[in-house]
């Protein structure tokens, strides 16, 4: 799932539980924000950005997680010890005293519990045996949806259409930008062709802060759209694609405003236990940091 439907889901459960343990929340919100931008850079359906490399690319699903899964899985446990190293002494005063308030009577329906989990299941084998993401996504959702036997306005009325409209949108705008203004993109080229023609330290480094910045200043999917153009002319295409995808994932840690997966944990979560930008950012340059040189260091050694 998108790192955005997972904080979606998983930030009124994460408050329920805290409320219930009588814990504060503002460390496991962190932990579920941050976690869900870094586990995102495993698969190519993780985030948005990636499906945008995806399609260029060219590369499948089953070859990006074969890459960038191990280089997830490590960076989660970087972000695990430095939030751990943030808040152990905040949470070890912390006593878990059980209950407080009653919790919430949970209507389960098991039937279309199973069929939901059996088109997940078909939909990451249809992944990874390659069919076009496109495609096995329309397909997996059209047949839950018929499958379910429910009227498909539940479902339709809880699109948010100011969203897709939103990214929508954003296409034209840098598409039109790609197409119109030549120089810029002529000056851009010439910039950062030195980078890409050598694969040292030193340009992998200067790129990979580039991104990171820009990722935070113009967002990642704008940012990844441009910069896609240009991949391709680059000394090692595959390798430029998985540092693209890693550094513009990971940047979404550096601020409150980095990724819409904060922006979705913040604003579940405002009228609780509230984040501010602040206490995201005294976080987030270590957790960005640590886990970025860390993910580059993971694919440069691959």
């Known amino acids: 799932m998108l790192n955005d439907t997972v904080c979606l889901l998983g930030t009124p459960l994460l408050l329920e539980m805290t409320a219930q343990a009588g814990l504060p929340a503002a460390p496991y919100l962190l932990a579920l924000a941050t976690s869900a931008n870094i586990g995102s850079v495993m698969t190519l359906t993780g985030n948005p950005q990636n499906i945008i490399i995806g399609q260029a690319s060219g590369m499948s699903w089953a070859t990006f997680a074969l890459r960038m899964a191990p280089v997830g899985a490590l960076c989660l446990v970087a972000n695990w010890l430095v939030l751990a190293l943030f808040f152990h002494r905040r949470l070890g005063k912390e006593c878990f005293i059980g209950t407080r308030s009653v919790p919430p009577e949970l209507h389960v329906h098991p039937r279309l519990a199973l069929k939901s989990v059996l088109v997940f299941v078909g939909l990451i084998i249809a992944f990874l045996w390659g069919l076009p993401m496109d495609f096995a996504a329309v397909a997996a959702g059209t047949l839950l949806l018929v499958w379910s036997n429910r009227p498909p306005r539940e479902a339709l009325v809880r699109l948010d259409w100011t969203l897709l409209l939103f990214f929508a949108g954003l296409f034209i705008v840098v598409q039109g930008f790609m197409k119109a203004d030549n120089l810029l993109l002529s000056h851009l080229e010439q910039w950062m062709r030195p980078w ?21 200043i113009f967002s990642n999917v704008p940012l990844v759209l441009i910069g896609s153009h240009w991949v391709e002319k680059m000394a090692n295409p595959q390798f430029f694609w998985l540092l693209l995808s890693l550094t513009s994932t990971l940047a979404g840690n550096l601020t409150l405003f980095g990724s819409v997966a904060n922006v979705i944990v913040a604003q579940g979560a405002q009228k609780q236990s509230p984040l501010k930008f602040r206490d995201f950012l005294w976080v987030g340059i270590p957790v960005t940091v640590v886990t970025t040189a860390l993910g580059v260091l993971m694919l440069w050694a691959f």
């Open 196 to 216: 890409s023609e050598h694969l040292d330290w030193r340009n992998i480094g200067l790129l990979s802060t580039a991104v990171v910045i820009g990722s935070n």
